[in-house]
């Protein structure tokens, strides 16, 4: 599975912004999708994940009500809604896969199988 993530960029406070996530079609429906993110000098941690029927979510408690996750099977891509932008989101952005057809989505990032090269998101005023 290859993931291309794009649409990151350099925003204001309360701005939005919107990266997607392509992958190779083979597996992307048989797969929990979850974006991850890592800020400079910091762990990489765990923003949002969906299983492989976009039924069920998880969000990290600092971004639950500002961002949603939501994927598109047929397109093989996954998308976070990124709105309420603050500061402290800053960081590189990383897609991920998890091969597997899970009702609750995956949240550990050591047990997903492929990544992508991840995009920068900067909020800055």
């Known amino acids: 599975v290859q993931l291309q993530a794009s649409g990151g960029g350099l925003v204001q406070p309360g701005d939005s912004l919107r990266p997607s996530c392509a992958a190779s079609k083979r597996t992307f429906g048989n797969s929990d999708m979850g974006w991850f993110r890592q800020a400079p000098g910091k762990e990489r941690e765990i923003v949002s994940a969906i299983n492989w029927s976009g039924t069920k979510a998880y969000y990290t408690n600092s971004v639950r009500g500002r961002f949603t996750i939501s994927r598109d099977n047929a397109k093989s891509t996954v998308i976070l809604q990124m709105n309420s932008l603050k500061p402290e989101d800053t960081a590189v952005y990383y897609c991920?896969?998890?091969?597997?057809?899970?009702?609750?989505?995956?949240?550990?990032?050591?047990?997903?199988?492929?990544w992508g090269q991840g995009t920068l998101v900067t909020v800055s005023s």
């Open positions: 991920a896969a998890k091969l597997g057809t899970n009702l609750i989505p995956v949240i550990n990032g050591a047990r997903y199988d492929y």
